[in-house]
C-alpha cells in the first residue's frame, strides 16, 4: 500500500520523459521547407544531436546533412549580407563622382564653347584656320582631368608658345614663310623673360594647376573608395567564421527554438571577429573622408572652381591684347635675342609708345546671380554630409548587419540564444579590429595572419590620402596614368564597367565673390552657360582682327 504513490510518480516521470524525447519537429520542418530544401530525411520528432559538428549536441531536429546544408546557406547569407551593405556605400560614392564629373565637365564644355561663340563672333573665318590651338588647350586639360599622365604645366606652356607662333605670323603675312622653327622657338623662350603676354599666363597657370590637381584628385578618391568598398566587400568567410555564424544563425532552429533571437552582445561579438580585419580600414579610412572634405571645400576657395574655369577665354584675350598693344615693341626685342628676318619698321617702333593703350583692360567686378551662387554652398554641404555619413561604415558594420538578424537590444536579456541555449549571453563584447580579437570567445582567430587582400587596401588609401593631401597644396605626385578606368573600369564604381552620367551638378558657384576676373558686370544670368560676351572681351576681340588683317 505504501508503494502506490511512488509507483505513481514513476509512471508520471516516464511519461513525462518520454513526451520531452518525442517532442515534435514540426517548426523546423515548415522553416527548412521554406528555405527551399528538400524534406527528405528531415525527422518528424527530435533525434539525439551526437552526429552534430557545430550546433550544442542535445535533441536537435537536425541531420548531419541539415546542418551542413543549413551551414552552407549562413555563409552565403552573411556574404550577401557584406555586398549588400558595400553596395550601398558604393551607390553613394558613385551618385558624387557622377554628380561632380557631370558638373565639372559642363564647366569644361561651357568656357569652351563660351570662348569659341566669341571668337567665331569676332574672326569669322579667320578662326578657323587658329581654333585647333585653343581646342587642343582644352583637350589637354580634359585628359588630364580623366587620369592621363600629363604634365599640366607643360602643356599650358605648349599653349602659350603656338598662340605666340600664330601671333608673329599674323603680325606679318608676308614673312610669314621666313620664320623659321629655330626663332619660333628660340621666341618661345622670351615669353616669360619679356612677359610677352603680360602676367596673364602666369596667373592662369596657378590658378588652373590649383583646381585642376584638387578636382583629378577628388574624383581618383570617390572611384578609389568604390573600389575598396567593393573588393574588401568580396573577401570570403574563413572556415572559423562560417561555424560561428551558423551557430549563431540557424542551431537555434536545430534546436527548437525557431522564434528565439540572438542576443545582441552574442551577435557583435560574432560579427567583430568575423569582421576583424575589415575593421582595420578604419583609421585610414577615416583619414580619407577627412581629406576629401577639406577638397570639396576648397572648390569654394575665392576665386572658386567655376570662376577659374569661365575665366580662361578672359586671360586669353587679355593676353592676346598686351601682345598686340606692344607686338612692335616686343617683336623688336625678340628679333634682337634670337636674329633679324628682314621684317621693316622693327628698329623704329622700339622707342614708341604702346598703341591704343586706351584699350587696357582693367580688372573687372563679377556678380554671379543669387541663384548660381548658393548653388556651390548648398552642394558641398550636401555632398559633405554624405561623406561623413559613411566615415565610421567599417566599425559600425558589425552592429548594422546584427541589427539586420534583429538580435534582442537588451544585454540582459535571459530569454534570447547565447549560443548554447536560451539564456542569458555573459562574456563582454570585443573592440574593433584584429588585435582585439585575441580573446573572443566565438570567433576562433589568429591575430598574426591579418588577410593580404585587406592590408594592400589599407595601402591604398594611404596612397590617396596622401595623393589627396598634396593636391590640396597644389602639387601632383605619384600620378598614373588612369584614363581607361577613371569612369568606372575596375574600379567598382560602375557595374559591368559602365558608367551612366544623368545626375544633375552636386557642385555649384559661390555666393560672396569680389573683383574677380571674369565676364563682366553686365552678367546676369547664372553661370555655367558660357554664352555671354561680355562688351570688354568684344572690344578685345575686334582688336584682335585687325592685328590679323593687318599687311
Known sequence: MDLTPVSIAVCLLAVCVCADKAKSCTEVRHFYSGKGFTLNGVPNSE???????????????????????????????????????????????N??????????????????????????????????????????????????????????????????????????????????????????????????TLRLFGEAPRELKARLVRVFIAARAFVQGLNMAGDVVRKVSQVPLTPECNRAIMKLVYCPHCRGLSSVKPCANYCKNVMKGCLANQADLD??????????????????????????????????????????????????KIFQACGERGEEGT???????????????????????????????????????????????WIQLPSALCNSKAASGSSNDDKCWNGMAKARYLPEIMGDGLANQINNPEVDIDITKPDMTIRQQIMQLKIMSNRLKNALDGNDVDFQDTSDDISGSGSGMCSEQVCVRGRPPVFGPKLDRAKLDAYGPENKKVKGSGRQIQPCVSLILLLLVSLLLRR
Open 347 to 393: 628698329q623704329t617702333s622700339v622707342s614708341e609708345e604702346p598703341k591704343k593703350k586706351e584699350s587696357t583692360v582693367t580688372a573687372l567686378e563679377y556678380k554671379p546671380s543669387s541663384t548660381a551662387a548658393v548653388r556651390l554652398e548648398v552642394q558641398v554641404s550636401d555632398v559633405s554630409s554624405k561623406l561623413k555619413e559613411m566615415q565610421m561604415y
Open 95 to 192: 551618385a558624387q563622382y557622377r554628380s561632380f564629373d557631370t558638373y565639372f565637365l559642363e564647366l569644361l564644355n561651357g568656357s569652351e564653347r563660351w570662348l569659341e561663340e566669341a571668337f567665331v563672333k569676332a574672326l569669322g573665318t579667320l578662326y578657323g584656320p587658329n581654333a585647333g590651338v585653343f581646342r587642343d588647350l582644352y583637350s589637354d586639360l580634359r585628359r588630364y582631368y580623366r587620369g592621363a599622365a600629363l604634365n599640366l604645366e607643360e602643356a599650358l606652356d605648349e599653349f602659350w608658345a603656338r598662340l605666340l607662333e600664330r601671333l608673329l605670323k599674323a603680325s606679318d603675312p608676308a614673312a610669314a614663310s621666313l620664320i623659321s622653327d629655330d626663332f619660333l622657338e628660340c621666341a618661345s623662350k622670351q615669353t616669360e
Open 47 to 93: 533525434i539525439s544531436g551526437e552526429h552534430l559538428r557545430v550546433c550544442p549536441q542535445g535533441y536537435t531536429c537536425c541531420t548531419s546533412a541539415m546542418e551542413e546544408t543549413l551551414s552552407n546557406l549562413s555563409r552565403r547569407e552573411f556574404e550577401g549580407l557584406v555586398r549588400e551593405a558595400g553596395r550601398s556605400i558604393q551607390a553613394s560614392l
Open 283 to 332: 583609421t585610414e579610412w577615416q583619414n580619407l573622408v577627412d581629406t576629401m572634405l577639406q577638397v570639396a571645400s576648397s572648390f569654394g576657395t575665392e576665386p572658386s572652381m567655376d570662376v577659374i574655369l569661365h575665366s580662361i577665354p578672359v586671360r586669353i584675350s587679355e593676353a592676346v591684347l598686351h601682345m598686340q598693344e606692344n607686338m612692335e615693341l616686343y617683336t623688336s
